[in-house]
């Protein structure tokens, strides 16, 4: 379906699901999809992330952007803060999730590769069951299926870990890949992350933020993935930003790398395949 059709299905079904909500569907400004949210204009970014045995680029993040006048004042993570309730907030993470898979879709053709979502925590804890479903309805729209997404979840690693186990379950089984994002913010418990079963883990910033300075934290990383990759999960090492941190992530054997020494968040993904010229640490970064 054309972006133009598309455009027009998704507004039409935001303005019989939540009427009155004028200014708040979705538009296309040069070449791009954006759309509104308690005044504001969001737009999408894509962060490139790249496999260490040749492959280069292999998919992108998307990440909210917020433009016009607040671009770079508002983070977009406080957008989130202006839902009224539990119900606005879980419409408002589809839309988003909407909003990127649109954009993705001016990119698919020339670039492929997967495509990562956020989904936002209290998502997880509103929606009982059928997870996944309805976004399956807005890909098939967009002509992509499950198995090119990747649905980034957080756990805080503290709380009941069924509710989010079960959600999980429920994307795998529609197709979904399914990533553990910021392991090691809250918690590092092996036995937990073996419960909730994800397919990927995404190591947070302090991880290699520490290893890619201190030796000691070099080895328990090493130690951590090792144990990870036993479990048969993939890992990816996020907010690399010096070849010290890629050393690092190399070294522990982690999977995919991501960050702005990979390539920082922007309009267009890049090709797959890509990478900039080869660093000192003898792969292409």
Known sequence: MPLTELVHYFNKRQRLARPGCDGEGFEIVDGRVRMGFAG??????FQPVMAPDGLGVIGHEAQLQVLGDDAGRVPAQAIFLEARDDAELVHLDRRVRTLHALNFLLEREQHGGFLSLNVHPQLIRSVPDHHGHVFEGVLARCGLTPDRIVLELADDGFGDVSRLAVAIAEYQERGYRVAIDNFGRHSADLDRLEA?????????????????????????????????RRLGMRLVSQSIESRQQLQAAMASGVDIFQGHLIGRPARQCLPLGQVAARGDCGMPV
Request: with cysteine.
């Open 40 to 45: 504001r204009a969001l737009g999408t970014l």
């Open 196 to 228: 909730l079963a994800p397919d990927i883990v995404k190591l947070d910033r302090c991880l290699i933020g520490h290893a890619g300075h201190l030796g000691f934290a070099r080895q328990v990383l090493g130690e951590m993935c090792a144990e990870i």
